[in-house]
Every structure is written in C-alpha cells, then in structure tokens.
C-alpha cells in the first residue's frame, strides 16, 4: 500500500471526524471529504435498513488500487477511503472519502474523483429492506445508471421472480 | 485445469452457494467459467442479465485467459456508495 | 436567512463533524464538506500562526447572500457556512463548508462552488506572522491571484513600507 | 451630505482609525468617499493599490451613488478562507 493511502473496509460505524483528522498534515491547507449515507427513501419507496455485501479481499484491493490512481494524478496529500458493509440503519454512513492537499482545487477534484471511482469499480452490492412491507431488492449499478434505465431493473426483477 | 468460482449478492442467492470448483478446458476464458457456471445454474443466463467477472481479485473482460488454480468471481453491477 | 442555510461567523474552534451532522437529513444521502485550515508554510516561508480579520456584519450578510444564491443553484438540502476569526494556530479550520444533498454530484458540486465563493466575496483578510522572525504580512486576494501575480503582493509592500 | 466610513485590515492600519464621518458634496459616489479618505490619508493613495469598496454592507463599485447616512466601507482584495 502507498504510504498516505489509508484504506478500510469494515463493518463498524465510520468515524468521519477522525479519519479527516488522520488525513490532514501541517502542511495541508485543505481536507476535502465526502460522506454517503444511507437515505429513507429509494424510488419513492421508504426504506428501513441496507445490507452491504462485498467481495472483501478484492474490495481492498481495489480501494488500493483506487487511491494509488488518484495518487499519481492529483497533487494531494493523505487520503482515506473507507466502505462499511453488514446492516446500516437510515442516516448511517456507508462510504467516506477524505482528501488533504495543499490547496482546495486538488482535495476537491481528488474527492470528487474518489467516489466516482468507488462507486464505479468497488464490488459492493447494496440490498433495500422497505418499510413499506415489500420484499427486499438488490440495487444494481449506480444511482445514476438506475435512474437512466427508466423502469427500476427489470433484468434483476425477472430473476429474482424466475 | 480446476479454478476457484466465488459467487457474490444475488449471484451467490442465485447459485444457493458462495464459491465452487469448476474444471475447465485448457486454454478456457473468464467468460468460460461464466458458461461453465451458468451450465449448472440455469437463472444467471437470463437475458438481460450480464454478471460481471474478476480474475485474481481484478475486475477482467470475458476474453481474459484462465490459469490452474485462478480464482474466478461472477457478480453482479456494482452498487456500493 | 433561509432555513436549512446555517450561516456563522466565530471566533472559537470549528467542529467540522458538529457541523455535518447538523445539515444531513434522513433524505440526503451525501454530505461533502470542505476544511480550509492554516498551512504551516506560504511561498517558501515557515508560518507561525494567523490573524483573520473581517468586516462582522457585513461578512455573515454575505454568508447569507452566497447560501441563497447556492440553493437557487443546485439541488440541495440543508448547508453550512462557517467562517473563524481571530488567533488562528497551524492545522485549526479557519473555514468550513458542509452541504448535504440527496445525491452526491451536487453535494459536491455546491461544496466547491462554495468555497470558491467565500475566498472571492467574504470581506475576511488575514495576515501572516512568521516563524523566522520576519515581519508580519497581510495576505491580498486568494492564494491563486497571489501566485499568478509572480513576486508576492509588490503594492502591498511598497504601502506597508512606505 | 454625511457618510460613516469604515477602515478594514491594513486599509485600518494605513488610516490609523476603524471609522470616521466624512461629509461629501450631494450626489458623491463611493469613488469619492474614497478619494475624500485618500485625501485625509494618503497612503490610501499608492500607486498599484486599489482598495475594494462596499456600501451598506454589500460589495460597490466606484459609481454607487450614496445617500445621507450611508455605511461605506474601504478594504483591501479579500483573503479568508
């Protein structure tokens, strides 16, 4: 692992505050962070608690190779990138990213890029339990891909239903 | 040649397991195991769905090669975040 | 003020985490924030510390003015806008932006746009005060100008000396 | 017509004071509160230093017109963060 890269997958709560605080060196001007957490709603439907399952030693791995990618493009500091998985409760985080730099334009971009990547490569599969009573879904793909399918996964539906 | 497959979130609910071995022809692909795979478990080749692969802890293409011994992974998009 | 815009101007330590737990919501489902803090170094010279000075009523209105104009922008909840003045030791948060949003592009898009608001409105100056014995200096403009501009702050010096 | 007038920063350290009551002909801009400051204070004037101007606690600039009992406010380019 690069030195300055702190890389975590757990199952504990993440403490934000003080994996910013374990970035952040003298000569830093600025620590970017970035926190996703779990919403009480997916889709209009009201959600209760997720389950994140991961692929553990490659989801290091990848985190690894994902900050020494970063690394090597954006003139930063330490970072850290942390994924939790098990059951998380409404509110509660699931990934953080935190990035010092010298100045805020590099840990801003360096963060910003951190998620896009996390969210990209990082194999972590997401489960909704609703509050609503209905049966619990697995997500597939990123927020975004979902939206632009239109009809919420209809591949995965058919199979879970199959 | 044998490789280790893992299974993972609704793959492995599909397969009812989470890794198996599978022997493979010589000269077999990611995308091999992946057959070989759906072979045994009929619902990963539902149309539309198209499970991911890994290779040694790497995310791989379906032509990437096979060794003895490689440790193949087949799941689905990934969610995390 | 808007609600769900929390807009402070302090002299006592910023808590970044108080802060970020303050405007995330059960339906966001990311909060960026962003920590300036003082570097122990500017331009090749060893810092001891910073004053930060500001023009107080006018430096919250414009906290409120920027928050306003950020919400009208992006598609975000509740944010936070904190400034510090005073006494600033190395590595304590002299600014803090934490925006919370139910998707993580605009969090961190508003978090930049912030940021980058504040160090061009904010009526705040600082001034430098050396560990090598030199003189104090005022700081003109953001860190960008000043470096675009070669020799540091020529008008400045030439003022302060005069 | 009177204007309070407030100094920041190294605008104050220049001026030697926080604030002062200037008395400007009907119809002055905040460019000439300024020139009225820079004529009491003239180092305000040095070549290569221009200081930002702000009228009722809102960024101005140099042909705001003031009114009776305005707040104008002289300061250096801003450097928080």
Known sequence: MEPGIICRMVTAPIDAAALAAEVARNSDGAVATFAGQVRDHHQGRPVDHLEYHAYPEMALEELRRIGADLAARHAVGRMALVHRTGTLAVGEISVLVAVAAPHRREALACCAAAIEEIKRRLPVWKKEFFADGGAPEWVFGPDEACAAAGAPHPPAREITRG | ?81
Chains 1, 3 share one sequence.
């Open chain 2, 1 to 81: 040649m044998k490789v280790k497959v893992r299974y993972f979130a609704l793959v492995a609910e599909i397969t009812g397991c989470s890794q198996e071995t599978l022997e493979l022809p010589a000269g077999a692909t990611a995308g091999g195991a992946l057959a070989a795979a759906a072979a045994r478990h009929g619902r990963l080749a539902a149309p539309g769905f198209t499970p991911l692969l890994a290779v040694n802890r790497r995310h791989a293409p379906q032509e990437q090669p096979l060794s003895e011994g490689d440790e193949v992974a087949i799941f689905p998009p990934v969610s995390g975040g």
